[in-house]
């Protein structure tokens, strides 16, 4: 019931007698896989682009019309890039690498091609150098209905500003992003992460969107940037997630299973 979209309310009814159970749950079954058909057919003849795809253009033009400029990079990732970030054999997140040979993986995060293609920015562009990129990322992580091995990031990045502005201007990015996809019941919480240490997480309920973070860091010394700067990181499924108030990610992701948070199996 669950995957075809059943309420709380509908999944949290109680019954004195299993026959009586059984006959409410055939009819409500009968209900809602007659609305995802109807709702599979409104897909196709008007919505016709997932919100995955759509959200991602949504902060996509808030992010340029905001001064930002969208980056594109690869997906494939060195063994050495990941290093720099201090993801080595001893770190919690190497288990979750997948590795596609002894030198490349998949990219777990789109931070190690940020930081590159940034050092040779700050000394091309004027300052602030403001830039984001949106991309799939890959992780050996199914803890639950909120975790996929592939999901698509939103990496923004402002670096050069006054240090003074900083923490101001987190908050303004973060109401940026949460602006554009249409999310206005969020909280900042400050917590520890194991790449950046103290974080600024978005979330809304019990659901981390997203994660800010600000330098100078101890890891820009690897990368020979040494001005304050601001960046989050979002999960876009995530944020389609709790626009919709689905409780299971795997409705909003790449699937062969749903379309638009639809069910095909119907």
Known sequence: MLELGATAKELGMTFTRTQERNSVF?????????RSKELLLHYR????????????S???DALTQAGFSQVVTPILLSKGLLAKMTITGDHPLYKQVFWVDSRKCLRPMLAPNLYFVLKDLLRLWPHPVSIFEIGPCFRKDTQGGNHMQEFTMLNLVEMGLPESECSERLK?????????????NYSLQTESSEVYGDTVDI?????????????????????DI???????????ERLAMAREDHRNVQRVGRSLTYLNGIRLNV
């Open 172 to 184: 303004e990015l973060a109401g940026l992003v949460m602006s554009a996809v249409g999310i206005d």
């Open 203 to 223: 979330v809304v309920g019990d659901l981390e969107l997203g994660s800010g973070a600000m330098g100078p860091h101890v890891l820009d010394q690897q990368w």
């Open 58 to 60: 949504l902060l996509v």
């Open 226 to 236: 040494n001005v304050p700067w601001v960046g989050i990181g979002f999960g876009l």
């Open 26 to 34: 055939q009819q409500l079954e009968y209900k809602l896989v007659n």
């Open 45 to 56: 003849n008007n919505v016709k682009r997932p919100l995955l795809s759509r959200l991602e």
